[in-house]
């Protein structure tokens, strides 16, 4: 449907703010280098004030870069005006026009584009159809519930067919349920219409169900970049193993190298695990999810358990292993052995399901 | 930190540039600031301080020297004390009423809403043409009702009772939207612990609203320092700075001295106007900012509101009546002595006093000044609400200071300014004199109101709007059209009458500036009344209240029909 799917390239992009408080200046967004290809959908994701919604706003034009170029296309695109350049934005609280109505709202930047009447029709209607609003042209837009407000929002930036679409937390506002079919709908049309989409969001489920890739941000630096699974499983540090699921994080010395294995001494016990490139002496930190983890009669480290919680469809525990809390869910309950607070037991896992930092 | 070269402003600088419509309306909005606000106080300034002999002093010793100027300070400060604290209590009064008492009648909720509308359509000088006639040596009440056949209306205690009940809905107005953010447990809370209610209206109410008293005390304390009209119908000799001034230009053709002394009404002003602007504004709010946050049990004790009704009617009801008095005085015969009714008034208004041509002029000189203001406002508040550029500082300080420049400061300023052009160059000369100045004038004085409508409606659109709509193509001036001024219809639509209203009831500026070419019925009720014609006066006033209070009718009827729906405005 896209006349061109474009990419977005960041170079050395920064963007300085100055706190009205203290009056000091400080980096909204630093040196933030990014590839975004053709046709691929991208999200930033990271906690509030992590500078995701700088950047976007710096694709669409609203905020200018103090360093650095942002490409579109291959196009140096830093001094152009957002109505300038060939992006469109679905926005968190809609900013549908309230003064018109649905068919006009998605009409508004065709006709700014000065195409003819039938035209603009053919279009409207057809992209209303896909969003699934076919025959609401003349409701207004108080007269739509939030999804549909969602859905006019989209219409109406996809009919415009931009180089890249870019989403501001659009489905914050929504209810849980909602939000969850919703999104599934937003890659489906992106999908469907082939179209770049950069979409900025703090929800880390929302993140990983929807993108191709996704960019970490951490107060206004990049974090880490890669496919949903890569930064699930292979996080390169301590803040997206924690922002992305839950982590245990088990401090310990690598004691003896040899080949790709490496045995690591945690709070006393012994564990071998095999990752490339870790040095002997080195501190290492084992990443471990909760769900990769059992308790049990056997194990790795011995551990006392502090808290023990029926959930429905888990088991929550959490255990000290010597001074360090880790947290353990156990999944279907229902026929296994259930610890109570006070037990000793140990903690139980696959070495390949872990990560060492 | 200023990035590599300060590359972001710069870029900012080039979007901006990118923009043409949009500067050249900053540019020219600048040049008629500028010109029409900033030059005159400006060569003000410049005849009070340079003389033949460089910069001196020596005109304002002048000044200082003559004992009319030196009483009318205090005159003017004395009246403006008085007035300011008598309106703010006043105001506080019929605002908790309405805000805490159950009313008993449905007619006091009318009474209550005529009083607040009264400001709105009356034009300056009514109530001093009825306070003559009701109270001066003819006047019914005194002469008939109390037999008292010398008592005399003019001078202090007629300029206060006067201002005070023209300026008082005003206070009521600001007080009553700041107790209405009053959270109502604030006061049940102490009621709870055991306070009487006056002890919880001066314990707890009283010093939440103090700073937003205060508030009410300085607009009213600057309003009635700035005033023309009242002092100069019922001021008899007690002459205040306004009047003082107009005479010193219009009798003693003293221009320098004049304008020293409209530099010193300014001064005045001015201060006043910054204490009130940047200090106790924003600490009026900043302590009751929350909304209420359900609806306040209403005091039902009869012995609170029977006394507090009771004062608040009979204030409602005078006020009503001297308004009610004016068209009775254009119908009597001859007011004080023969009662009974003639239609020879409105007559002789047309027939002798070229009343035609009168509402004529005023008419299409304020129907021209109108929606150049209602517009020029609305561009204002948009450009200083939505959009970030050097001189935004620049516009917004100026249209505000024109809130704080009385009018006949104004008036003195473009005599001096445009008489012989800009800086007395020729430039622009063939502008004085003209029904073109006159516009200006109008558009001046009715700027900052319509501005702060325009902002407040304005920072309740979600910016992102705006933003939407640009970032689908469409320029600065589109966006404007096409979506910020349809969503702020209701404030431009309101902004259009009042700035129609103020025009065609201004005086204080246009009296100093009008040529005969021109009759304003303003100036010629301002004639009639100083001869002591009230009649024809009265006729003149009449007339002026119907249009005035059929402009708003007629607005309301407007906004009712095309305004912005409630749906939308809730979204």
Known sequence: ?357 | MKGKNGQGAELDRRKFWADPVMVTTIVVLIAFLTLFILYPLAILLVDSFITDEGITLDVFKRVLAMTNFRRAITNTLKVGFLVGIASALIGLLFAYVEVYVKLQTKMMGGLFRVVSMLPVVSPPFVLSLSMIMLFGKAGIVTRYILHIYDNSVYGFWGIAIVQTLTFFPVCYMMLRGLLKNIDPSLEEAARDMGASRLRVFLTVTLPLILPGLGNAFLVTFIESIADFANPMIIGGSFDTLATTIYLQITGAYDKEGASAMAVALLFITLVMFIVQKYYLEAKSTATLSGKASRARMLITDKSVTRPLSFLCSLLAIFVILMYICVPFGALFKTWGYDFHLTTKWFVQVFKRYKGFKAFKDSFVLSLIASPITALLSMIISYLVVKKTFKAKGFIEAVSMLAMAVPGTVLGIGYIRGFSAGVFRTGFLQGLYGTGAILVIVFIVRSLPTGTRSGISALRQIDKSIEESAYDMGAGSFHVFMTVTLPLIKDSFLSGLVTAFVRSITAISAIILLVTPQFLLITVQINEFAEKGAYGIACAFATILIVITYGSVLLMDLIIKRFGTSKAIQEQ
């Open chain 1, 1 to 357: 449907m896209s006349k061109e799917k474009k990419g977005i390239k960041l170079e050395h992009i920064s963007k300085i703010y100055r706190d009205p408080k203290t009056k000091q200046d400080f980096y909204a967004v630093h040196d933030a280098n990014l590839t975004i290809e053709p046709g691929s959908f991208v999200t930033l994701l990271g906690p509030s004030g992590c500078g995701k919604t700088t950047t976007l706003r710096m694709i669409a034009g609203f905020e200018s870069p103090d360093e650095g170029e942002i490409y579109l296309g291959g196009e140096a695109i830093n001094a152009l005006t957002p109505n300038k350049r060939d992006t469109a934005m679905v926005f968190q609280s809609y900013a549908l026009l309230p003064h018109y109505n649905i068919f006009d709202n998605v009409a508004y930047g065709l006709k700014l584009r000065k195409l003819g009447k039938e035209e603009i029709k053919e279009k409207v209607t057809a992209i209303l159809k896909l969003v699934g609003l076919e025959g609401m042209e003349a409701r207004m837009t108080n007269q739509l519930s939030g999804g549909q407000q969602q859905r006019v929002a989209l219409a109406r930036a996809l009919v415009l067919e931009p180089g890249v679409l870019l989403f501001d937390e659009p489905l914050s506002n929504l209810d849980a349920k909602l939000r969850v079919s919703m999104r599934t709908e937003i890659r489906r049309i992106q999908q469907e219409a082939g179209i770049t989409a950069v979409y900025v969001t703090h929800d880390q489920s929302e993140a990983m169900a929807i993108s191709d890739r996704i960019i970490i941000m951490e107060k206004g630096v990049v974090s880490q970049t890669g496919s949903p699974q890569e930064i699930y499983y292979h996080p390169t540090n301590e803040f997206v193993a924690d922002f992305i699921g839950e982590a245990n994080f088990l401090r310990g010395k690598a004691v003896s190298v040899s080949g790709g294995k490496a045995e690591l001494e945690i709070e006393g016990s012994r564990i071998e695990v095999s990752q490339e490139g870790i040095t002997e002496g080195r501190d290492c930190t084992l990443v471990l999810r909760p769900e990769a983890a059992l308790i049990a009669d056997k194990g790795q480290l011995p551990c006392k358990v502090i808290l023990s919680c029926f959930m429905g469809s888990y088991q929550n525990y959490h255990v000290m292993v010597g001074d360090t809390l880790v947290k353990i869910t156990d999944f279907n309950p229902k026929n296994k052995k259930i610890y109570n607070v006070g037990d000793t037991a140990f903690v139980a896992f696959d070495v390949e399901n872990t990560h060492i930092l």
